[in-house]
């Protein structure tokens, strides 16, 4: 799964207990890493930057 796509998954969910945990190393690949960002960053509880 592209980290992108679990946005419209995490909003199906709709409680503050479930959360990514995120490794920005994900988006490495895409285009415009920090626009996915953004729009990731309401739903991640946990980062992991390298």
């Known amino acids: ?9 995490m909003e199906q969910v709709d409680s503050e207990w479930f959360g990514l945990f995120f490794d920005i190393s994900g988006l490495r690949t895409t285009s415009d890493p920090y626009a996915q960002a953004e729009k ?5 509880n946990y980062w992991f930057i390298k």
């Open 1 to 9: 799964m592209k980290p992108i796509s679990a946005a419209p998954n």
């Open 40 to 44: 990731l960053a309401p739903y991640v």
